[in-house]
């Protein structure tokens, strides 16, 4: 199986390289578009902000090329907000894969702290990278962004508010969350995306 994860000016790319060798995949970390529209999955990670990674993916053409996929495409965390329609996160108009907001998070209470950071619970999961088993089981999470809960949205955690933790459209896949970082859940996510015909 060919796997490529999409190299561009985002932090986290080699720790997900990592977590499909664990896997056994020797994943190809690429910006060549060739490569990308080639392979038979897409990984598009994320650590960063959005303004200036969106200002980088037009500078390459990637902008284009992401959203004209047609292979399975997984995004993570800054990966999935950046498949938004627009980023609160330096006013960026995004991808537009889904049609959704990211907005920062305001804490209500003392105890609320920004970015939330930390392993929460996902729930109401739904789309082919969860089972039934992953219901109600704990993955990481740093961020300080969000997507509102909508039509899109494949899984669900609740900190200050219930976001999306997950989201689906098509062949597009995406998880706020870092599933390379989230141990055995997060690598039965990894799977579970790999085995999507």
């Not at 090329?65 to 399975?72: E, G, R």
């Not at 108009?93 to 609320?112: G, S, T, Y």
């Amino acid at each position: 199986m060919d796997v490529v994860i999409i190299k561009y000016n985002a932090g986290n790319i080699f720790s997900v390289d990592h977590a499909f060798k664990r896997l056994g995949v020797e994943a190809t970390v690429t910006g060549d578009k060739e490569l990308i529209q080639k392979a038979d999955k897409v990984i598009f990670p994320g650590v960063g902000e959005a303004s200036s990674t969106m200002h980088y993916l037009k500078q390459t053409g990637l902008d284009t090329l992401i959203p004209a996929l047609k292979q399975p495409v997984l995004g993570i965390c800054l990966g999935m907000q950046l498949m938004c329609s627009h980023s609160e996160e330096g006013d960026a108009d995004c991808l537009n894969i889904f049609d959704a907001q990211v907005k920062r998070f305001l804490p209500q209470r003392h105890e609320d702290k920004v970015p939330h950071m930390g392993w929460n619970t996902i729930t109401d999961v739904k789309s082919a990278i969860f089972d039934d088993t992953l219901e109600n089981e704990f993955v990481y999470f740093v961020h300080s962004y969000y997507v509102a809960m909508g039509e899109h949205t494949a899984a669900t955690t609740d900190y200050t508010l219930p976001f999306s933790a997950a989201m689906h459209k098509d062949n597009f896949y995406a998880t706020q969350f870092h599933p390379e970082k989230s141990g055995s859940v997060g690598e039965k996510i990894l799977r579970n995306f790999l085995d999507i015909k």
